[in-house]
């Protein structure tokens, strides 16, 4: 049987992995090969393009902004449906998951805004947005809903790096399917095993023009606090997971019903 969280390796789509697997409190499982989370599939080759496409994905939802999408637009297989979902449409500009790229490639500018603890202030500032933001509330109604239709699966999400956005969607997903807080944080923290080792060339360039390793992995991996910020905000605006599908995200009871019938063994 698969490992939960198990990376699927293909070399130019890192932090792919199934969402399935995990257990939750009562003893039920995840379906395997529904939904799967990723990276950016702008950079996907050839090769791992076909791989991909044996996981018979119908649907792909991109959390990413606008500009992130045009400056490097998704590689799918033919015949499947690529769904933009901006859920940081209502951040204004300078939100921290969605610079991550000029973030890397400016390292002295790095140093200055970032420095000094400024980045896990970005980040739960981030976090916060990516939970209570309208654009955020609607982003993730979508792709629930989405989820929840069968002829939209296999569906995989993602973002730039496929642990901000990504993340948030997957913890939600899975908290509210049950699984105890300890796995949801578990499968959150995999991105620092399954993406940071294929990033290692972009930390070597970082470090060649002078920036900090250290603040570079605060950057583009992930660290418990963000998440665990995520949740605060959420029990602070909604109470709980239960209230944020009903209240925040207002999804109704059936298309809740829908989601576990089709993602619960």
């Known amino acids: 049987m698969t490992e939960p969280g198990a990376a699927i390796p293909l070399a130019t789509l890192p932090n792919l992995r199934d969402l399935g697997g995990w257990t939750t409190a009562d003893g039920r499982r995840i379906r395997l090969g529904e939904v799967y989370r990723s990276t950016e599939l702008g950079r996907v080759d050839a090769d791992d393009l076909r791989r991909f496409a044996e996981l018979r994905v119908r649907t792909i939802f991109d959390l990413r902004t606008a500009v992130e999408r045009e400056a ?16 940081l449409a209502d951040a204004g500009a300078g939100a921290a998951p969605a610079e991550l790229m000029k973030i890397v490639s400016d390292p002295a500018s790095a140093d ?17 947005q990516i939970v ?27 973002c730039t790096t496929g642990k901000d956005r990504t993340g948030w969607g997957a913890a939600a997903l899975l908290s509210f399917l049950g699984v105890p807080e300890e796995l949801v944080i ?17 930390f070597q360039q970082f470090e060649a023009a002078g920036g900090d390793r250290a603040l570079l992995v605060t950057v583009l991996g992930v660290e418990r606090d963000y998440l665990e910020t995520a949740f605060d905000e959420l029990h602070t605006r909604f109470g709980d997971i239960q209230g944020y599908f009903d209240e925040g995200l207002a999804l109704e009871a059936s298309v809740q019903q829908a989601l576990r019938d089709a993602l619960l063994e």
Do not use: I, K, M
């Open 72 to 87: 490097s637009p998704d590689r799918v297989p033919d015949g499947v449906r690529d769904e933009a979902l901006d859920v």
């Open 112 to 128: 200055r805004l970032l420095g000094d603890g400024r980045a896990q202030a970005l980040f739960a500032q981030a976090y916060r």
């Open 132 to 158: 209570s933001l309208p654009s955020a509330l609607a982003s993730y109604r979508r792709l629930y809903t989405e989820l929840a239709e069968p002829a939209n699966r296999p569906a995989l999400f993602h």
């Open 186 to 202: 578990r499968d959150y923290l995999l991105t620092n095993e399954q993406l940071l080792p294929a990033l290692e060339p972009v």
